[in-house]
């Protein structure tokens, strides 16, 4: 798998205004829905399955979520990521009773089941890095937020 094939320019969103994580992760689904990456089915799962399955990464300064649902709902494997100009609270992954604010979501779509695994690896590994979270956060735009992912997620992409 190459970032090419899975980030698209028009699946970054560097200014979602909500209020909620589920209206956060509605806009993007249905975004992913509208381009065709996903199929209608996977508006709900990633709602139930951040229910059952959060997806906060309490970093130690800056947060993130990494949402994603079963291949199932998918037709073509894609990123989806999202700015917010203000906090939505999330639960932390592993721990639904922590609540962490989250200005950026990385939503992933993947086709192939056996590689969610390695995609969750590597997008945690790359937002390990806060400087890396504070560029997302402080770039200008769609394009520069795609060309920040686009080197960060790539350099810790496992070709396959």
């Known amino acids: 798998m190459k970032i090419e094939d899975i980030l698209k320019t028009e699946c970054i969103l560097s200014n979602v ?3 909620t994580k589920e209206a956060a992760l509605k806009i993007m689904a249905e975004k992913l ?3 065709g990456y996903v199929k209608e ?3 709900q799962a990633i709602q139930d399955r951040e229910a059952n399955y959060p997806s906060g990464l309490p970093m130690s300064d800056l947060k993130i979520a990494i949402p994603h649902t079963d291949s199932d709902h998918v037709n073509q494997s894609v990123i989806c990521f999202a700015r917010l100009p203000e906090d939505v609270e999330f639960s932390v992954m592993g721990d639904p009773s922590q609540k962490i604010p989250v200005r950026l979501i990385s939503m992933f779509a993947l086709k192939e089941k056996k590689k ?3 995609l969750l690896e590597t997008l945690i590994t790359t937002y390990q890095d806060n400087d890396v979270l504070k560029a997302l956060l402080e770039a200008d735009d769609e394009s520069e937020i795609y060309n920040i992912l686009h080197e960060n997620v790539g350099k810790n992409l ?3």
């Open 17 to 19: 205004n909500v209020q």
């Open 116 to 118: 969610i695994g390695d």
């Open 41 to 43: 089915s996977y508006i």
């Open 33 to 35: 829905y509208s381009l």
């Open 158 to 160: 496992k070709a396959s």
